[in-house]
């Protein structure tokens, strides 16, 4: 089993930044991907950026430039800076963990214009 622990979510205005964390523990596996999803109301959840345990790095095409994801794998911690925010990143944002799929909570971003 492994647990999810996400933090940092909050709402902002229009070109602020957030920074949001998640913490993995219980059976980490050596080689992982961690990554982070959001879903807004009404829509599927998507891809937000992926990043694998060696540092390989995967965004959607609607965040690069703007957002990075890291990690530190002595916490099996990851992050995603979130930087230039606009109203429609507003939605849930979910971290990921992979082998076996465990997802977190979720935490809310709310961007207002």
């Known amino acids: 089993q492994v647990q999810l622990v996400e933090s940092g979510g909050g709402s902002v205005q229009a070109g602020e930044s957030l920074r949001l964390s998640c913490a993995a523990s219980?059976?980490?596996?050596?080689?992982?991907?961690m990554g982070w999803y959001r879903q807004a109301p009404g829509k599927q959840r998507e891809l937000v950026a992926t990043?694998?345990?060696?540092?390989?790095?995967n965004y959607a095409d609607s965040v690069k430039g703007r957002f990075t994801i890291s990690r530190d794998n002595a916490k099996n911690t990851v992050y995603l800076q979130m930087n230039s925010l606009k109203p429609e990143d507003t939605a849930v944002y979910y971290c990921r963990y992979r082998p076996n799929d465990y997802w977190g909570q979720g935490t809310q971003v709310t961007v207002s214009s």
């Open positions: 219980g059976s980490i596996f050596s080689n992982n991907v």
């Open positions: 990043i694998t345990s060696g540092g390989f790095t």
